[in-house]
C-alpha cells in the first residue's frame, strides 16, 4: 500500500492543505477543508496518481467545491496532466495559482521543471481571453545560462 498523508496548516489568514505522496485506490482524501469558505492546496509532494485516485479525486473534489473555493499551487507535471484530460478535475470556478511546466534543455539532453506562477508566468482565463496559459516558450537557466523550451 502505498504511502499518502496531508497537513491543514495555516499560512497567515489562508488555509492550506498540503498532499504528499501518491493518490491512488488506497487514499481516503481529507474532509478537512469541510466548513471552509476557501482552501489552498499545495500539491507539489504529489508524485503519482492513478485512474482510481482520478475517479475519487473527482468526487472529492465535486463534493467540497459547492462550499470552498479551492486554489491549487505548485502543481506537478503530473496532476497538470489530469487537470488537461479527465473531466471535472479542478471543479468549477477554482484556480491554479502556480504549476510545474516542463523545459527541455537541448544541450544538456535533460527536462527541467520551472515553476509558472499566476500573474507572473501566466493570466487566469476570462472572457475576454482565448485562454490563459501564456507561458513562456523558452527559457535560459539563471545558472547555466542554457536554453530550454517546451
Not at 38 to 63: C, P
Not at 118 to 133: C, E, I, T, V, Y
Request: net charge negative; proline share 3%.
Amino acid at each position: 500500500m502505498a504511502q499518502f498523508k496531508y497537513t491543514l496548516v495555516k499560512e497567515g489568514s489562508e488555509s492550506v492543505l498540503l498532499f504528499d505522496g501518491i493518490i491512488n485506490e488506497f487514499v481516503e482524501l481529507p474532509d478537512v477543508i469541510k466548513g471552509l469558505d476557501s482552501v489552498t492546496v499545495d500539491l507539489s509532494q504529489v508524485h503519482m496518481i492513478n485512474s482510481s485516485g482520478i475517479g475519487l479525486w473527482v468526487k472529492w473534489i465535486n463534493i467540497f467545491n459547492k462550499s470552498c473555493q479551492i486554489k491549487f499551487r505548485k502543481v506537478p507535471q503530473v496532476i497538470v496532466e489530469q487537470m488537461n484530460m479527465a473531466k471535472g478535475f479542478t471543479g468549477e470556478g477554482n484556480v491554479v495559482l502556480s504549476f510545474y511546466a516542463p523545459y527541455y534543455f537541448a544541450d544538456k539532453d535533460v527536462v527541467k521543471t520551472v515553476l509558472q506562477e499566476m500573474g507572473k508566468n501566466f493570466l487566469q482565463k476570462s472572457a475576454d481571453s482565448d485562454g490563459w496559459l501564456k507561458i513562456p516558450e523558452k527559457i535560459v537557466d539563471p545558472k547555466t545560462k542554457d536554453e530550454g523550451e517546451l
